[in-house]
């Protein structure tokens, strides 16, 4: 006799089986998408706006082609080096994610199947390539490049990935607290960005002087899309449609628009004007410090770490950096050592702060001993156990530390290597001229009339020189095309 429990739509069948949630599968779905936007198009308009004209192709590109390559690597060997069975405390077992018997079965955590969690962890994986992209813009030769990005995701992000991730890694078994990627996405990318941008080199010098936005209106465009993707950026990594994810959305948005503010304002105290691209930053490190923490702390921890992480990392970026010969020397195009790394680490000492005991047992499950782990400092101090708010913090600062060390490693023998088979930046030639050169295209030829270099050897892509039609005037307000 069927079943009369539930409707007819919502009976267990082959394609929807008795363990599968249709409500927590849908949205981890729309979440991932959502994510996926934030790089496809958000980083690509953000960083094409954001730079000179000349490297508009080039810096869009370099995004758009790390999201195409990781996906393939993902599914090939990278997922389950992150989330599957442990080859040791740190990293995964290398294997593909491509079967459907495999990607049919129940996740690993979540009630959906394998190929949804594949695919909302993968635009976790590119979005952080992409942002180590953003300390690079401006020099770094493409090729060099395409061979970055997978060695980068393998080598790196899949060690980093599991050890605070995945149930069996080190980090993970010992409580360390990163909701949403403070540290695998945001600390990984900074630091491996600025470690890049050391070996790479630097910008040349009259673009390190001066390098202004070709469309701040497209940037922030970029920047928007940045913003509202964090909805699904931490409010799916609960893996469940719950109320904490709920908390965890609200959240977000609290310390974004508490960091945009406080930087606005220190740009106006100190500068004297108010500025898009500091709203920009300011916007970038709230979303940044509260990932971490996003379904674990209050709603007044959200608009405390939003203060800090307006201010701590303007601080660095526009005092301290400005002052330190040792960070002038790395020409990081985007500042992703502030925004990312700097506000990464500031979540994840502020979330072993602030960490709610209650909060993590919604987060974690409730199978979860939070009397011993997932306590913030203040908490312990409030429950007269101050051992384990402080052995929070010391895991927090741990997972700060194997990020920090293990990203200087392995980014630096990882572009060792690559230069031995390719440079890691253009010549100064080819920095001169820029996307032409790169790629033989330019962003804005609309219609025939953008700035081609029609006496260079750079004057065509490989496509070939093709004829667009011009308008020609009929009257007023008339065009004919021909």
Not at 216 to 235: K, P, V
Not at 289 to 301: F, L
Request: proline share 4%; aromatic share 14%.
């Amino acid at each position: 006799m069927a079943d009369t429990s539930f409707p007819p739509n919502l009976l267990p069948d082959e394609a929807s089986p008795e363990w599968m949630n249709k409500g927590d599968n849908a949205w981890q779905l729309t979440a991932a998408t959502l994510v996926g936007l934030q790089t496809v198009p958000g980083l690509i308009i953000l960083y094409g706006g954001a730079v000179k004209k000349k490297w508009a192709v080039n810096s869009a590109f370099m995004a758009f082609y790390a999201f195409a390559c990781v996906l393939i690597c993902w599914v090939g060997w990278g997922y389950r080096m992150s989330f599957g069975t442990k080859l040791v405390p740190f990293w995964g077992r290398a294997n593909v994610a491509l079967d459907q018997v495999y990607l049919l079965d129940p996740a690993f955590i979540g009630k959906f199947p394998q190929a949804t969690m594949v695919f909302f962890q993968f635009v976790f994986a590119a979005i952080t390539v992409v942002l180590i992209a953003g300390a690079l813009l401006g020099r770094m030769n493409f090729y060099a490049w395409m061979l970055f990005v997978p060695l980068w995701l393998t080598f790196s992000y899949t060690f980093v990935a599991f050890s605070i991730w995945c149930p069996s890694g080190f980090l993970a078994k010992a409580g360390i607290i990163d909701y949403s990627g403070g540290y695998v996405i945001h600390l990984s990318s900074g630091v491996a960005g600025f470690t890049a941008a050391y070996w790479v080199g630097p910008r040349l010098t009259k673009d390190r002087e001066r390098f202004p936005p070709n469309n701040i209106l497209l940037m922030m465009a970029g920047a928007g899309l940045l913003w509202m993707g964090w909805t699904g950026f931490n409010g799916g990594d609960p893996y469940v449609v719950s109320v904490d994810a709920s908390l965890a959305v609200l959240n977000t948005h609290v310390c974004t628009a508490t960091s945009l503010l406080t930087w606005l304002i220190l740009d106006i105290a100190v500068f004297g004007k108010a500025s898009i691209i500091g709203a920009v930053q300011g916007m970038i490190t709230g979303l940044v410090c509260i990932t971490p923490a996003a379904g674990v702390v209050q709603g007044w921890a959200a608009i405390i770490m939003g203060i800090f992480s307006g201010s701590i990392p303007w601080f660095t970026m526009m005092v301290v950096h400005k002052k330190s010969e040792l960070l002038q020397k790395v020409d990081d195009t985007m500042a992703v050592l502030h925004t990312h790394a700097i506000a990464g680490s500031l979540g994840g000492i502020l979330t072993g702060l602030f960490a709610s005991p209650k909060l993590n047992r919604l987060f974690y499950g409730y199978g979860v001993d939070v009397d011993s782990t997932y306590v913030g400092l203040f908490y312990g101090l409030h429950m007269g156990e101050v051992s384990k708010g402080f052995r929070q913090i010391g895991i927090q600062l741990l997972g700060i530390v194997f990020v920090l060390v293990f990203n200087v490693i392995a980014t630096s023998l990882i572009c060792l290597v690559v230069q031995l088979i390719v440079p890691l930046r253009m010549s100064d030639e080819d920095m001169e001229i820029g996307d032409e050169a790169a790629h033989g295209e330019e962003a804005y030829a609309i219609w025939g009339q953008g700035d081609k270099l029609e006496n260079s050897r750079y004057g065509s892509s490989v496509y070939g020189d093709v004829e667009l039609p011009m308008p020609k005037p009929r009257g007023a307000g008339q065009v004919e095309m021909t």
